[in-house]
């Protein structure tokens, strides 16, 4: 099973950069989200392909007309929290406050009950396990936030399992779509989106998605915009990580999606049978 997401939020939502933090900074920069949307409904057109969409809040609260033409297209919209903020950052009333704020703004959009989250930088991590309970009381069945390896930022190496499970954490359940993982010798390599997929050459992709029984992609606008400026504030490591491999990452994708099938969250739910995947407790 392999499934298409995307999470829309600008090219200046890069995390943990002082000058990109908050919507105080994002009013010094220029939007690229109705572009950035052109080429990502470019590209399923082009492979006919479905996906879901994991959406900024505060996109949907400035572009709600965003929002309604991904629901009109026949889309699934998710979560992506309303400021983008790293959660591991935030106590469980702000993150919660925060969360619900984004829920109800989608919602407001398109009348269409929000079920699937996915965290900023996949930011639930050992210390804010607490995040899974404030997704189930806010009505979320389904999350894409578990990055089962360490990372910069985030990450939950200790879960361990990179295929569809059940998250059990203080008498909740909720459905876990985390990131695959393909491992050499012992070690989880990423591949599947963002800067991975933009740096890894083709043929590495392809070979790995073919020894793969599960794929959950994650991509940006950002990632297929050639255009963009840089944003300020960034270590040269980081902007190595943010820009490697743009220009080839759209028709890169294209192929990787003519090329494998590749299904949204709803229809990955409704063909997976949960009796039968690993209960993770928490
Ligand atoms: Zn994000």
Same mark, same amino acid.
């Given at each position: 099973m392999k499934i298409l997401t995307f999470d829309i939020?600008?090219?200046?939502?890069?995390? &943990?950069n002082k000058k990109t933090k908050t919507i105080s900074e994002w009013s010094n920069f220029d939007s690229r989200i109705h572009f950035g949307m052109d080429l990502i409904y470019d590209i399923i057109q082009k492979t006919e392909k479905s996906a879901t969409f994991f959406v900024v809040g505060w996109m949907a609260e400035k572009y709600p007309e965003i929002i309604r033409e991904i629901s009109d297209r026949g889309f699934e919209l998710g979560s992506?929290?309303?400021?983008?903020?790293?959660?591991?950052?935030?106590d469980r009333k702000t993150f919660y406050n925060d969360v619900e704020k984004s829920i109800k703004t989608l919602e407001d959009c398109t009348g269409v009950k929000v079920t699937s989250f996915r965290a900023p930088g996949f930011s639930i991590t050992e210390n804010n396990k607490w995040a899974f309970e404030v997704l189930h009381e806010l009505g979320?069945?389904? &999350?894409?936030?578990?990055?089962p390896a360490g990372r910069a930022?985030?990450?939950?190496?200790?879960?361990?399992?990179?295929?569809p499970s059940i998250i059990e954490y203080n008498g909740i359940k909720l459905k876990e779509f985390p990131i695959n993982t393909h491992t050499i010798l012992g070690k989880p390599f990423m591949f599947s989106g963002g800067g991975y997929f933009r740096l890894l050459p083709y043929k590495t992709i392809e070979n790995w998605t073919n020894q793969s029984n599960y794929v959950m992609t994650y991509f940006h606008p950002?990632?297929?915009?050639?255009d963009q400026p840089i944003v300020p504030g960034l270590s040269l490591p980081r902007r190595f990580k943010s820009y490697v491999g743009i220009k080839n990452c759209k028709p890169k994708l294209e192929r990787w999606l003519n090329d494998f099938d590749f299904i949204d969250l709803n229809q990955a739910d409704q063909e997976?049978?949960?009796?039968h995947v690993p209960k993770i407790k928490l």
């Open positions: 939020e600008e090219w200046f939502h890069i995390l &943990d992506h929290t309303h400021l983008h903020q790293l959660a591991y950052e935030q979320i069945t389904k &999350d894409s936030s578990v990055f930022h985030g990450g939950l190496p200790s879960y361990n399992v990179a295929i950002r990632d297929f915009d050639i997976i049978n949960w009796n």
